[in-house]
């Protein structure tokens, strides 16, 4: 099946420090990428969309400036954690829809993040 | 997407089966339901999705109720490795870029 290779799995960054997760989609193309972030007992709550070639959609109340979302390739998506701050920390996740011919949403397994 | 509403937590018995609802009074008449869980630690997987029949695959079945109102996912024999969390979600069946809104799903423990 479809996956998602999402790296790293774990970061422990200092105050104040840019944090790159990266999304690869292994075995198809995925035009379009979604950044998830969940909080400890939470449910998962959508950040942003990136689509390959144009700007990514925020969703309301996150800061596109902290937030940095790169779809650099059919393959590749990267979100940048800038001036990573204690409250950023969190479960981030991505997910691409496997494409025309297959139903489904692949997840990556997810960045724990820690900011100290 | 639909709202939908699930039990916050569900408890099962190893080798039993578990019926976990959901709710979708608001579902529209193109709205897929589609079943997720996720692992501790990890990211979600796709569990089994249907639109108005009911479903079966290795994993799971679904059941939709005739007026697609509510439905309950199945798992036949409750597996320590089935404790997750799982999200019952509403909405198109669509590769073209929309994403999945996820509510609070129901937390599966499994009893030794």
């Known amino acids: 099946g479809a996956v998602v290779s999402q790296h790293p799995s774990r970061v422990i960054c200092k105050s104040g420090t840019s944090v790159k997760i990266e999304c690869r989609s292994l075995?198809?193309?995925?035009?379009?990428m979604f950044w998830y972030r969940q909080f400890p007992k939470q449910s998962l709550m959508l950040m942003a969309t990136?689509?390959?070639?144009?700007?990514?959609?925020?969703e309301q109340g996150v800061e596109k400036d902290k937030f940095l979302i790169n779809h650099a390739s059919l393959t590749l998506s990267t979100l940048t954690v800038t001036s990573a701050h204690p409250e950023d920390s969190s479960f981030y996740i991505c997910?691409?829809?496997?494409?025309?011919?297959?139903?489904?949403?692949?997840f990556g397994s997810g960045t724990r993040l820690t900011v100290v | 997407d639909a709202k939908t509403t699930q039990p916050n937590s569900m408890e099962s018995n190893e080798e039993e089966p578990v019926h976990l609802p959901c709710n979708h009074s608001?579902?529209?008449?193109?709205?897929?339901i589609h079943w997720y869980r996720q692992l501790p630690s990890q990211g979600p997987e796709y569990v089994i999705h249907?639109?108005?029949s009911n479903v079966n695959n290795r994993m799971a079945s679904l059941a939709i109720a005739e007026d697609r109102k509510s439905s309950t996912l199945i798992l036949h024999r409750a597996t320590l490795r089935d404790a997750a969390v799982y999200y019952c979600?509403?909405?198109?069946?669509?590769?073209?870029?929309?994403?999945?809104?996820f509510g609070g799903g129901t937390r599966l423990m499994v009893k030794p």
């Open positions: 997910s691409a829809p496997q494409g025309t011919y297959h139903y489904g949403y692949t």
């Open positions: 075995d198809f193309q995925a035009t379009t």
């Open positions: 990136s689509n390959e070639g144009s700007k990514a959609t925020y």
């Open positions: 608001t579902i529209s008449g193109t709205d897929y």
């Open positions: 249907g639109l108005t």
């Open positions: 979600i509403s909405g198109g069946v669509d590769n073209a870029g929309n994403m999945l809104t």
